[in-house]
């Protein structure tokens, strides 16, 4: 069974740090991997995701992230936080060759303080 | 459309009373999926439509709760005599049916129950 969790329910940084948002997932077999934003009022918008090949994933507004199959973990990385990128953001997982399903943490929300 | 259209995009109703709520998915899209999102938590999975597969209902909370989708394209979810723990917002996805290319979202249907 797929199952995903996403440490700090909450995550504030001062505008320019660094931003590190933590996922780790269990599964049978290494999935499938994906990275959501929530803006306010917004649908969910595709970040990144991780299917095969290279490990180190780039995505859209200079966000990264880096699956590591040795400590089940897909952690989502930012050398500097904007302003803009306050929102919750949302680590999911489907299963390959699976149902396509994604299943979903329950989220971290970003706070950048200026 | 160039993206997931969902409607309306605010509901207010009575307890007891029931919804409808339609998403057109993206064109060409062959796999729908709504999930429900209440307030502090992450996304539960409601029910999944792909081509013209019996739909996977295993995430629906209750028999109050059913979905269709017309001609593989817009699908309608309903709430019949709903309740004041429905009320969240109320999000439909489609993709291309695989599970390597993740999810557009809609904007979803924020749902209040008085």
């Known amino acids: 069974a797929q199952s995903v969790t996403q440490l700090g329910s909450h995550v504030s940084v001062s505008e320019g740090a660094l931003v590190l948002l933590r996922c780790n997932y269990s599964?049978?077999?290494?999935?499938?991997l994906f990275w959501y934003v929530q803006y306010p009022n917004q649908g969910l918008q595709l970040l990144l995701k991780?299917?095969?090949?290279?490990?180190l994933v780039k995505g859209i507004n200079g966000f990264e992230a880096e699956f590591k199959k040795s400590e089940t973990s897909f952690h989502l990385t930012k050398p500097s936080a904007h302003m803009s990128d306050a929102a919750e953001y949302f680590c999911?997982?489907?299963?390959?060759?699976?149902?396509?399903?994604?299943?979903f943490g329950t989220g971290t929300r970003l706070t950048v303080i200026p | 459309g160039a993206g997931v259209s969902q409607s309306p995009s605010n509901k207010v109703t009575e307890k007891g009373k029931d919804v409808e709520l339609r998403c057109d998915p993206i064109?060409?899209?062959?796999?729908l999926y709504w999930y429900r999102q209440s307030l502090g938590q992450g996304l539960e999975f409601l029910i999944y439509?792909?081509?013209?597969?019996?739909?996977?209902k295993s995430g629906l909370p209750s028999d109050r709760f059913s979905a269709e989708r017309t001609g593989g394209s817009v699908s309608t979810l309903t709430i019949q005599r709903t309740q004041q723990e429905d009320s969240a917002v109320y999000l439909c996805?489609?993709?291309?049916?695989?599970?390597?290319?993740?999810?557009?979202f809609g904007s979803g249907t924020r749902l209040t129950v008085v």
């Open positions: 996805a489609s993709s291309f049916g695989s599970d390597l290319y993740g999810y557009t």
């Open positions: 599964s049978s077999v290494p999935p499938y």
């Open positions: 991780y299917t095969t090949g290279a490990t």
């Open positions: 999911a997982v489907s299963e390959r060759g699976g149902a396509n399903n994604l299943f």
């Open positions: 064109s060409g899209h062959t796999a």
């Open positions: 439509f792909q081509g013209n597969s019996a739909p996977d």
